[in-house]
C-alpha cells in the first residue's frame, strides 16, 4: 500500500486507513490508494467486509481544493480518478463501512455515501461545503444526498454549505449508526454484522424511496431559494447546486451525474470559485507571521478586563464572555456601567428571541462579567482591552493608570480605530505589552481583528493575540501602526470618491445601489449614516492638517453635520429613517446640488461603471501604497480585512484580487485617467505602477523585507 494509505485486516474485515494529515484530503495518490485497498479486500477469500477510516484528527476532508487551481490555469489535466474510485466502492461485492470521526465533508461525505454503509462518533460532522468555494458537489454528491435524505434536506444542505452533526445526519438518514466508544472497534463490529446478511450490499445510488414528497419538495426549495438570495446576494453556485439536487427526483442517475460534472465544471472555471478559494485560503494564510512560530512563547489570558462599556467595549466584553473567557468590565461611573450591562442583556435578548440562546445561557455569560468603576479591579487580569472614547490625551490617561494597577506580564491592548499605538504604548512603562486590538462593529459579530503592532510590541504579546483572535472565533490579520491601520486607511479613499461622484452628479440612492449590486454588504453613504456622519467628521478634523491647502475636499458630509444629520442615531443623514429604513430624500439630493453649484465643481453623466471603478480603485490605490509600506504583510491580508471587517463580496476576492483579476495594467490605466481628470487624490502608488508595467499581480508582490 502507498504511504498515503494503510490496509490491515481484523477478524476478516479489511481496515483500509488514510493517512494523508493534516486532513485527510483526497490529494493524487489517496484515491488510487483506497481503490488498491478495496482491490486487496475483494480478492482475499478469507475479507467478508471492509472499513474505510480516516487516520489522525478526521475522515476525508474533501478534495485537496490546492489541486483546483492547477486543473483551472491548465498546469494540469482534469482527472477521473475520484469518480471511478467512487464506482468501484459502491459496485464492490463486500460490504464497505465508512467509519466517520472529526468531518466527512465535499468529497470525503461523497466518498462516505458511495461506500454501503456509514457509522459516526457522535461528535463528528458531515457536510457539502462546496459552494463556500463558489462551486457544487462534483463527485455524484448532489444525486447520491437526496437519496439518502430527501430532495429538501439535501438542497438545503448542499446550497448553504453547511455541516450536520453525525446525530442529525443519522436522524436525516445520512449515518446508519452512531457509535459508542472506539469508533474502529465499533465499524468493524458493523462490518462483521452487515457481512452476514444474505442480500448484496445496499448501493446508494440505488435508493428511491426517500426523496420526499413532490409539493412538499418544491416550497422547500422556494423557501430555500428566498433565503439564499439574501444570504448568498450575486452568488451563483448555491443556485446552481439546488437546480443539481432537484435533478436526482426526475433524472436518471447516470444522466444527473453527467449534468452535475457541467455544472460543476462552469462553476469552477468562475471569477467566483477562484476568489471564494483565494478566501478560503487567505484565512489560514493571514495567522502565517514571519518571525512567529509555534514554539514562540505565548501568554495564558484566563481573564480580561475591558475599559469602557460603551458600543465597542460592550461588544468587546460579550466576545470574551461568549468564548468563555471572565472579563471585568471598567466604566467611569455606576450609571454609565449600568447603562452598558443593559445594552448587553437587551442583546442577548434579541438572540434569545430569535431562539439562539436561552436564558439559561444568557445569566451563565452574565455571571462571567464582573462590573466595577474601580482600576483595582483589574489587578489580576491577563489583558485589558481599552474602549473608551477616541482621544490621543485621554487614551494615554487611561493606558497610563491601567499600567499602574495591571500585573507586570498582563497584556494592554487598545481598541482604537485610527490613533498611534506607540504614544499610547509611551503612557506605560510596557510598551513591549502594548498592542493594538481594533474590532468592527458590533465587534460581538463582526469576524475581524485587527491586530496593531507598535514598534516595541513584543513578538511574545503578537502570537498571544493571534490565538486570541481564534479563541474569539474572529480572523485576527496583523497590521502595521499608521493612521486608520489597513481598514480605515484604504476606506478614506473609498468614501471619499463616494462623495466627489454626488458631487459630479451622481445620486445618494444610485452610488449605493450600484455598490451594493457589486455585493457590498451596504452602500457606502448607507455605512456612514450607520457609523455616524459626527464620527467622520471627527476623523476629518484629526487629519485636516495633512491635506494640501487648496485641495478638494468632500463638501456635503460636513453641511450634514452641522445640520445635526448625524445617521441613523439622529433618524436623519444621507438618508431620512423610519426605524432603519432608508428613504431617499430630497432636501439632500438638493443640498448636494446647490454645494456643488457653489462650489463650481462641473456636473457629468455619473455611469454604474464610474462609480465602482472610482470607489473600488480608490481602495486599491491606496491598498497598494499599504502594500509597499509593509503595513499588510501580504496583498492577501489586506482582501480578507475587506471580506470580514467591511463587507466587500468573498466572491471578489476582496479589492486586492479584484484588481488582479480586472489586470493591473487596466486599473493602472484608469487610475491615471482619474489622476488627469481629478488630481492629487489619484496620484498612482508607485507599486501599482510597477506592477502594471511589468505584468504583476498583488498576489504575487512579496515585500523584500518580510
Ligand atoms: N484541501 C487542501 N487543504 C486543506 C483542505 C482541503 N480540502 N482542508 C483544509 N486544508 C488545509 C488548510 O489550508 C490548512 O493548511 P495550513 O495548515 O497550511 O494553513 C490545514 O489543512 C488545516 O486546516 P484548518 O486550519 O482549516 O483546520 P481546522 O481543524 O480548523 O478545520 C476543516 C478543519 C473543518 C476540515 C477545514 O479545514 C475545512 O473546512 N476544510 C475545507 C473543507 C472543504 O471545503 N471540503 C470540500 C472541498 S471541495 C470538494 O470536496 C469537491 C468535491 O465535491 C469533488
Ligand atoms: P462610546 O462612546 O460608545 O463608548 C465609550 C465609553 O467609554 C463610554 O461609555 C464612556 O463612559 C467610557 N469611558 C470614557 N472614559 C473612561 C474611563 N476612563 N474608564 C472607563 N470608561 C471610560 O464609544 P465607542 O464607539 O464604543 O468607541 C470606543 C473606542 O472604540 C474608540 O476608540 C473608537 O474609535 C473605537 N472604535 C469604534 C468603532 C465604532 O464603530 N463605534 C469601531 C472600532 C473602534
Given at each position: 500500500?502507498?504511504?498515503?494509505?494503510?490496509?490491515?485486516?481484523?477478524?476478516?474485515?479489511?481496515?483500509?486507513?488514510?493517512?494523508?494529515?493534516?486532513?485527510?484530503?483526497?490529494?493524487?495518490?489517496?484515491?488510487?490508494?483506497?481503490?488498491?485497498?478495496?482491490?486487496?479486500?475483494?480478492?482475499?477469500?478469507?475479507?467478508?467486509?471492509?472499513?474505510?477510516?480516516?487516520?489522525?484528527?478526521?475522515?476525508?476532508?474533501?478534495a485537496d481544493i490546492k489541486e483546483f487551481g492547477k486543473v483551472t490555469s491548465g498546469e494540469k489535466k482534469p482527472s477521473?480518478?475520484?469518480?471511478?474510485?467512487?464506482?468501484?466502492?459502491?459496485?464492490?461485492?463486500?460490504?464497505?463501512?465508512?467509519?466517520?470521526?472529526?468531518?466527512?465533508?465535499?468529497?470525503?461525505?461523497?466518498?462516505?455515501?458511495?461506500?454501503?454503509?456509514?457509522?459516526?462518533?457522535?461528535?463528528?460532522?458531515?457536510?457539502?461545503?462546496?459552494?463556500?468555494?463558489?462551486?457544487?458537489?462534483?463527485?455524484?454528491?448532489?444525486?447520491?444526498?437526496?437519496?439518502?435524505?430527501?430532495?429538501?434536506?439535501?438542497?438545503?444542505?448542499?446550497?448553504?454549505?453547511?455541516?450536520?452533526?453525525?446525530?442529525?445526519?443519522?436522524?436525516?438518514?445520512?449515518?446508519?449508526?452512531?457509535?459508542?466508544?472506539?469508533?474502529?472497534?465499533?465499524?468493524?463490529?458493523?462490518?462483521?454484522?452487515?457481512?452476514?446478511?444474505?442480500?448484496?450490499?445496499?448501493?446508494?445510488?440505488?435508493?428511491?424511496?426517500?426523496?420526499?414528497?413532490?409539493?412538499?419538495?418544491?416550497?422547500?426549495?422556494?423557501?430555500?431559494?428566498?433565503?439564499?438570495?439574501?444570504?448568498?446576494?450575486?452568488?451563483?453556485?448555491?443556485?446552481?447546486?439546488?437546480?443539481?439536487?432537484?435533478?436526482?427526483?426526475?433524472?436518471?442517475?447516470?444522466?444527473?451525474?453527467?449534468?452535475?460534472?457541467?455544472?460543476?465544471k462552469?462553476?469552477l472555471y468562475?471569477?467566483?470559485?477562484?476568489?471564494?478559494?483565494?478566501?478560503?485560503?487567505?484565512?489560514?494564510?493571514?495567522?502565517?507571521?514571519?518571525?512567529?512560530?509555534?514554539?514562540?512563547?505565548?501568554?495564558?489570558?484566563?481573564?480580561?478586563?475591558?475599559?469602557?462599556?460603551?458600543?465597542?467595549?460592550?461588544?468587546?466584553?460579550?466576545?470574551?464572555?461568549?468564548?468563555?473567557?471572565?472579563?471585568?468590565?471598567?466604566?467611569?461611573?455606576?450609571?454609565?456601567?449600568?447603562?452598558?450591562?443593559?445594552?448587553?442583556?437587551?442583546?442577548?435578548?434579541?438572540?434569545?428571541?430569535?431562539?439562539?440562546?436561552?436564558?439559561?445561557?444568557?445569566?451563565?455569560?452574565?455571571?462571567?462579567?464582573?462590573?466595577?468603576?474601580?482600576?483595582?479591579?483589574?489587578?489580576?487580569?491577563?489583558?485589558?482591552?481599552?474602549?473608551?472614547?477616541?482621544?490621543?490625551?485621554?487614551?494615554?490617561?487611561?493606558?497610563?493608570?491601567?499600567?499602574?494597577?495591571?500585573?507586570?506580564?498582563?497584556?494592554?491592548?487598545?481598541?482604537?480605530?485610527?490613533?498611534?499605538?506607540?504614544?499610547?504604548?509611551?503612557?506605560?512603562?510596557?510598551?513591549?505589552?502594548?498592542?493594538?486590538?481594533?474590532?468592527?462593529?458590533?465587534?460581538?459579530?463582526?469576524?475581524?481583528?485587527?491586530?496593531?503592532?507598535?514598534?516595541?510590541?513584543?513578538?511574545?504579546?503578537?502570537?498571544?493575540?493571534?490565538?486570541?483572535?481564534?479563541?474569539?472565533?474572529?480572523?485576527?490579520?496583523?497590521?502595521?501602526?499608521?493612521?486608520?491601520?489597513?481598514?480605515?486607511?484604504?476606506?478614506?479613499?473609498?468614501?471619499?470618491?463616494?462623495?466627489?461622484?454626488?458631487?459630479?452628479?451622481?445620486?445618494?440612492?444610485?452610488?449605493?445601489?450600484?455598490?451594493?449590486?457589486?455585493?457590498?454588504?451596504?452602500?457606502?453613504?448607507?455605512?456612514?449614516?450607520?457609523?455616524?456622519?459626527?464620527?467622520?467628521?471627527?476623523?476629518?478634523?484629526?487629519?485636516?492638517?495633512?491635506?494640501?491647502?487648496?485641495?478638494?475636499?468632500?463638501?456635503?458630509?460636513?453641511?450634514?453635520?452641522?445640520?445635526?444629520?448625524?445617521?441613523?442615531?439622529?433618524?436623519?443623514?444621507?438618508?431620512?429613517?423610519?426605524?432603519?429604513?432608508?428613504?431617499?430624500?430630497?432636501?439632500?439630493?438638493?443640498?448636494?446640488?446647490?454645494?456643488?453649484?457653489?462650489?463650481?465643481?462641473?456636473?457629468?453623466?455619473?455611469?454604474?461603471?464610474?462609480?465602482?471603478?472610482?470607489?473600488?480603485?480608490?481602495?486599491?490605490?491606496?491598498?497598494?501604497?499599504?502594500?509597499?509600506?509593509?503595513?499588510?504583510?501580504?496583498?492577501?491580508?489586506?482582501?480578507?480585512?475587506?471580506?470580514?471587517?467591511?463587507?466587500?463580496?468573498?466572491?471578489?476576492?476582496?479589492?486586492?484580487?479584484?484588481?488582479?483579476?480586472?489586470?493591473?495594467?487596466?486599473?493602472?490605466?484608469?487610475?491615471?485617467?482619474?489622476?488627469?481628470?481629478?488630481?492629487?487624490?489619484?496620484?498612482?502608488?508607485?507599486?501599482?505602477?510597477?506592477?502594471?508595467?511589468?505584468?504583476?499581480?498583488?498576489?504575487?508582490?512579496?515585500?523584500?523585507?518580510?
Amino acid at each position: 500500500m502507498s504511504e498515503l494509505v494503510s490496509y490491515e485486516t481484523r477478524d476478516g474485515v479489511a481496515v483500509i486507513t488514510i493517512n494523508n494529515p493534516p486532513v485527510n484530503a483526497l490529494s493524487p495518490g489517496v484515491p488510487e490508494g483506497i481503490g488498491d485497498g478495496v482491490q486487496q479486500a475483494v480478492s482475499d477469500d478469507t475479507i467478508k467486509s471492509i472499513v474505510l477510516i480516516g487516520g489522525g484528527r478526521t475522515f476525508i476532508a474533501g478534495a485537496d481544493i490546492k489541486e483546483f487551481g492547477k486543473v483551472t490555469s491548465g498546469e494540469k489535466k482534469p482527472s477521473d480518478v475520484f469518480h471511478l474510485l467512487l464506482f468501484q466502492l459502491e459496485d464492490c461485492p463486500k460490504p464497505i463501512v465508512a467509519a466517520i470521526h472529526g468531518t466527512a465533508l465535499g468529497g470525503g461525505l461523497e466518498t462516505a455515501m458511495a461506500c454501503h454503509y456509514r457509522v459516526a462518533v457522535e461528535n463528528s460532522h458531515v457536510g457539502q461545503p462546496e459552494v463556500k468555494l463558489g462551486i457544487i458537489p462534483g463527485a455524484m454528491g448532489t444525486q447520491r444526498l437526496p437519496r439518502l435524505c430527501g430532495i429538501s434536506k439535501a438542497a438545503e444542505m448542499c446550497a448553504k454549505g453547511d455541516m450536520v452533526t453525525a446525530r442529525d445526519a443519522c436522524d436525516f438518514g445520512i449515518v446508519d449508526k452512531i457509535v459508542e466508544g472506539d469508533l474502529l472497534e465499533g465499524a468493524v463490529a458493523f462490518a462483521s454484522e452487515v457481512a452476514t446478511s444474505d442480500t448484496p450490499p445496499r448501493k446508494t445510488r440505488e435508493i428511491s424511496d426517500r426523496f420526499g414528497q413532490p409539493q412538499a419538495n418544491q416550497a422547500a426549495v422556494e423557501k430555500l431559494k428566498a433565503g439564499i438570495a439574501k444570504r448568498a446576494r450575486g452568488q451563483i453556485a448555491p443556485l446552481k447546486a439546488i437546480e443539481a439536487v432537484e435533478m436526482a427526483a426526475t433524472t436518471p442517475f447516470m444522466d444527473a451525474i453527467k449534468k452535475e460534472a457541467d455544472i460543476f465544471k462552469e462553476c469552477l472555471y468562475s471569477d467566483q470559485s477562484k476568489g471564494l478559494i483565494h478566501i478560503f485560503f487567505g484565512e489560514r494564510t493571514v495567522s502565517k507571521i514571519p518571525g512567529i512560530s509555534k514554539e514562540t512563547p505565548r501568554r495564558a489570558i484566563e481573564k480580561a478586563a475591558v475599559v469602557g462599556a460603551g458600543t465597542m467595549g460592550g461588544g468587546i466584553t460579550m466576545s470574551y464572555i461568549n468564548a468563555g473567557i471572565p472579563v471585568c468590565l471598567k466604566e467611569v461611573n455606576q450609571e454609565q456601567l449600568d447603562k452598558g450591562l443593559e445594552r448587553i442583556r437587551q442583546n442577548y435578548a434579541a438572540s434569545v428571541k430569535r431562539g439562539r440562546m436561552t436564558e439559561d445561557d444568557v445569566e451563565q455569560r452574565m455571571a462571567l462579567i464582573t462590573p466595577t468603576v474601580d482600576y483595582a479591579s483589574l489587578a489580576d487580569v491577563d489583558i485589558v482591552v481599552e474602549a473608551v472614547f477616541e482621544g490621543m490625551e485621554l487614551k494615554k490617561k487611561v493606558f497610563s493608570e491601567i499600567d499602574a494597577v495591571a500585573k507586570p506580564d498582563a497584556i494592554l491592548a487598545s481598541n482604537t480605530s485610527t490613533l498611534n499605538i506607540d504614544e499610547i504604548a509611551s503612557a506605560t512603562k510596557r510598551p513591549e505589552s502594548v498592542i493594538g486590538h481594533h474590532f468592527f462593529s458590533p465587534a460581538n459579530v463582526m469576524k475581524l481583528l485587527e491586530i496593531v503592532r507598535g514598534k516595541a510590541s513584543s513578538d511574545e504579546v503578537i502570537a498571544t493575540s493571534m490565538d486570541l483572535a481564534k479563541r474569539l472565533r474572529k480572523v485576527g490579520v496583523l497590521v502595521g501602526n499608521c493612521f486608520g491601520f489597513v481598514g480605515n486607511r484604504m476606506f478614506g479613499p473609498y468614501l471619499r470618491e463616494a462623495q466627489f461622484v454626488l458631487e459630479e452628479g451622481a445620486r445618494v440612492e444610485q452610488v449605493d445601489q450600484v455598490m451594493y449590486d457589486f455585493g457590498m454588504a451596504m452602500g457606502p453613504l448607507a455605512v456612514s449614516d450607520l457609523a455616524g456622519i459626527d464620527v467622520g467628521w471627527r476623523i476629518r478634523q484629526e487629519i485636516k492638517h495633512l491635506i494640501p491647502e487648496g485641495m478638494r475636499t468632500p463638501l456635503v458630509a460636513d453641511k450634514l453635520y452641522e445640520m445635526d444629520r448625524y445617521g441613523q442615531k439622529t433618524g436623519a443623514g444621507w438618508y431620512k429613517y423610519e426605524g432603519r429604513d432608508a428613504i431617499p430624500d430630497s432636501t439632500v439630493q438638493e443640498l448636494i446640488e446647490t454645494t456643488a453649484r457653489e462650489a463650481g465643481i462641473e456636473k457629468h453623466d455619473v455611469s454604474d461603471q464610474e462609480i465602482i471603478e472610482r470607489t473600488v480603485y480608490a481602495l486599491v490605490n491606496e491598498g497598494a501604497r499599504i502594500l509597499e509600506e509593509g503595513m499588510a504583510l501580504r496583498s492577501v491580508d489586506i482582501d480578507i480585512v475587506y471580506v470580514y471587517g467591511y463587507g466587500f463580496p468573498a466572491w471578489r476576492g476582496g479589492p486586492m484580487m479584484y484588481a488582479d483579476s480586472v489586470g493591473l495594467d487596466k486599473v493602472y490605466e484608469r487610475v491615471r485617467h482619474f489622476h488627469e481628470t481629478q488630481g492629487f487624490w489619484w496620484e498612482p502608488a508607485p507599486l501599482l505602477k510597477e506592477l502594471a508595467e511589468s505584468g504583476g499581480t498583488f498576489g504575487q508582490f512579496v515585500q523584500s523585507a518580510n
